[in-house]
């Protein structure tokens, strides 16, 4: 069942997507109705939905779950702990690390959170029964579960989420505030300032109440990091960058291990990939009919007219042993990584 906009909720029933819609107005009625509901609205109507709730709750089944996708959780989990106290119900916030800057039904994608990093946010009262069904339902999608207090939770993606969102829209603010700077800058920019500044195509009516719902956690950051840069920059003076550097590359490396919120290591191959029409079809192709599962992809160099490096991660050793042969059997060159 889905609640939306009627335009919304037609769409969704002609596109199956749901089987059953209604206005707003009854959503607490399909909440009495459902084993399991998401809020998966922005934060301010989450916790609108919350208070009055608080108020007047549905009547809910005996052990139906509720959780939400919003992404900051101790304002959200504080505020759910005030509306199930007394409830049938339990809450256990939730955050999927999953998605795009696009929005609404045109953008769903049936193999989003496959592999992706989904945070549950359980209370010390949480109900164990309540924790396993949420937790079923991640993982019958696909996605990796991590359990983080509310308030670390908040900590962790002020810095590895607000903060990369803020530094990308900064940096795209900054090249555009200069006019000539940006118009040769834009012609010759390279793959570096393209992948800093994705994030800067976000809407602001999207993030405006996440920053706000986490300002403390996310101005906690910005001090850290506007501290950084400033030694940065008397290491600069000094000639004495490396450090930072170094840090960088370690952290970095321990980043590509965990690539989508896999807690593996992926095995690793590159590829040199040649500039020309099919070149990624080279590669796939082979690997496709030997029934290998490529769990990660990514192209690390990027210089237009040039050759790239394209990286290939697979679970397992084996995996990686068969595709660096059959690729080199093609003809192609690959490397271990």
Same mark, same amino acid.
């Given at each position: ?17 749901i089987?059953?819609? #209604? ?9 009495a109705? %459902? ?17 009055a709730? %608080? ?11 509720? =959780?939400?996708?919003?992404?900051? +959780? ?12 007394? =409830? ?6 939730? $955050? ?7 929005? #609404? ?21 949480t109900p ?7 937790? #079923? ?15 670390? $939770?908040?900590? *962790?993606v002020?810095?590895?989420? $607000? ?5 990308a829209?900064?940096? *795209? ?49 910005l001090?850290?990091y @506007?501290?950084?840069?400033? %030694?940065?920059?008397?290491d ?24 989508? #919120? ?5 095995s ?7 500039d +020309?029409?099919?070149?990624?079809? %080279? ?7 030997a ?11 990027? @210089?237009?007219?040039?050759e790239?490096v394209?990286?290939? *991660?697979?679970?397992h ?17 690959? @490397? @271990?990584?």
């Amino acid at each position: 069942m889905g609640v939306s906009s009627a335009a919304t909720v037609k769409q969704a029933l002609s596109e199956g997507v749901i089987d059953e819609g #209604g206005p707003y107005e009854r959503l607490n009625a399909f909440a009495a109705a %459902a084993d399991l509901v998401f809020l998966c609205t922005p934060i301010d109507h989450i916790l609108g939905i919350l208070r009055a709730w %608080a108020d007047k709750p549905p009547a809910f089944r005996e052990g139906a779950v509720v =959780s939400d996708v919003g992404s900051t +959780k101790s304002i959200i989990c504080a505020a759910a702990a005030q509306a199930f106290e007394a =409830s049938r119900a339990a809450f256990v916030g939730s $955050h999927p690390m999953a998605g795009s800057e696009r929005s #609404g039904l045109g953008a769903r994608d049936p193999h989003l959170f496959e592999n992706a990093c989904w945070i549950l946010c359980p209370e010390n009262s949480t109900p164990p029964p309540a924790l396993q069904k949420l937790s #079923g339902f991640v993982a019958a999608l696909g996605g990796r579960q991590v359990m983080l207090e509310p308030e670390r $939770h908040d900590m *962790a993606v002020a810095h590895v989420s $607000h903060l990369p969102q803020l530094l990308a829209s900064a940096l *795209a603010a900054f090249v555009g505030s200069r006019p000539a700077l940006a118009e040769s800058g834009l012609q010759i920019a390279g793959g570096g300032f393209r992948d800093m500044t994705r994030l800067a195509a976000s809407s602001f009516e999207v993030w405006n109440p996440i920053l706000r719902t986490n300002l403390a956690q996310v101005l906690s950051a910005l001090d850290g990091y @506007r501290e950084s840069l400033g %030694a940065l920059e008397t290491d600069l003076r000094k000639d004495n960058a490396g450090a930072v550097f170094s840090a960088g590359q370690e952290l970095r490396s321990r980043l590509q291990t965990h690539r989508k #919120g896999l807690t593996h290591t992926l095995s690793e191959i590159v590829v040199d990939l040649e500039d +020309k029409p099919g070149a990624l079809l %080279a590669v796939l192709q082979p690997l496709a009919e030997a029934e290998l599962n490529v769990l990660d992809c990514e192209i690390l160099k990027v @210089r237009e007219g040039e050759e790239g490096v394209l990286m290939l *991660a697979f679970a397992h050793e084996q995996s990686a042993e068969t595709a660096l042969l059959l690729l080199q059997d093609a003809g192609l060159t690959a @490397r @271990r990584r």
